[in-house]
């Protein structure tokens, strides 16, 4: 079935009984309305590369109108007389590894190695916030904006965790790229937010552990100093 798509054309076509059925738009050669048997409607188009029949879906109507959906058809297959195959690049998008894919990468093959209490850090860190705030994007598609919109997040209120948290992620990224998951370092650049110098002083028992301990070491020159 083919017939020049419209916006109102699209709206008139009757419903399958079951499953779904393409009506072709006759403008575009292999532009197509699918619709299924619920009533959803996604503009398609169908296309030969090397010898192999594919089909991409281009959008979900209302959400993309009719003219809207041809014009991502005709830039679609240009790409495709170039060569390219839109729907293998997609999935290749799709089958990328996230950042929590990273976060369990760079738990097994490098936090296993680092001291426990080390370690520790890393994982708390990395489960408060990295997971939380970027866990979900792609490893490969992780920007410099990106980390400065959750560095400065954090900084708001706790400038250090901030810190150690961009220090975190910029170790996970700078593995990324050794295991071949991107090209580059995205962190590279983030200027650290200023933190507070803490002042502490000794309360009169640790004071009085303190000398005790000087009383007894060997060291009477070095203790005098302190």
Partial sequence: MATRLTDTEVRKLSVPASGNQIVYDTDVKGFGLRITSSGARAFVLNYRIAGRERRITIGSYPDWTTSGARDECKSLKRRIDRGEDPLAEREQRMAAPTINDLCD???DKHLSKRRAT?????????KVWIRPEIGAMKTAELRHTDVERLHRKIAK???????RTIAV???MMSLAVKWE????NPVRGIERAPEEKRSRFLTPGEIGRLAEVLAVHPEKNSCNAI
Avoid: G, H, V
Wanted: no cysteine.
């Fill in 105 to 107: 990468l760079f738990a």
């Fill in 118 to 126: 080390t370690a520790a850090e890393y994982l708390n860190i990395i």
């Fill in 157 to 163: 209120t706790r400038p250090y965790r901030a810190n």
């Fill in 169 to 171: 992620l910029s170790k």
């Fill in 181 to 184: 998951l991107r090209s580059d």
